[in-house]
């Protein structure tokens, strides 16, 4: 069951709405942690992998505003979760040096030039910026109603 502005959260819903909202907060600080205590292990920057990994928390913390009714900050929330999900791309699209990447036509897969893994990832970034946009106008009409 979803939570609108008015509605209140069903008492199970709630519960499972902490439940899954906790798991993702630790999830991604347990995530969080591994990156800080072994960057040697990453193929992007610090700051590429935490904007990913902070998509995890800020959806744990959505999860458990919307089952406190706090309708007004869910739409920001999604802002940041999709802004999160956005930075890998635009890494790989714009990231100095050359991108590696493979194309996976069912179980074939070959390895990819730098300038298809940089279109591939531009036209994912793009339509991510495309819902980012949106989902922002979406919180401006929230925060006006």
């Not at 591994?34 to 040697?40: G, N, S």
């Not at 929330?77 to 699209?93: E, S």
């Amino acid at each position: 069951m979803h939570s609108d502005a008015g509605t209140a959260v069903p008492e199970r819903s709630k519960r499972q709405h902490l439940v899954l909202g906790l798991l993702l907060i630790a999830m991604g600080l347990g995530t969080a942690a591994l990156i800080f205590l072994q960057p040697q292990q990453l193929r992007v920057p610090a700051w590429v992998a935490y904007a990913a990994v902070s998509t995890f928390p800020l959806a744990g913390v959505a999860l458990i505003a919307g089952a406190f009714g706090a309708t007004r900050l869910l739409p920001w929330l999604g802002v940041l979760v999709v802004t999160g999900l956005l930075v890998p791309g635009l890494w790989a699209t714009f990231g100095a040096g050359p991108q590696k990447c493979s194309v996976y036509v069912g179980d074939i897969g070959v390895a990819a030039s730098d300038w298809v893994c940089r279109a591939g990832f531009g036209l994912g970034s793009a339509i991510t910026l495309a819902i980012l946009v949106l989902w922002i106008r979406h919180a401006n009409a929230q925060r006006r109603a």
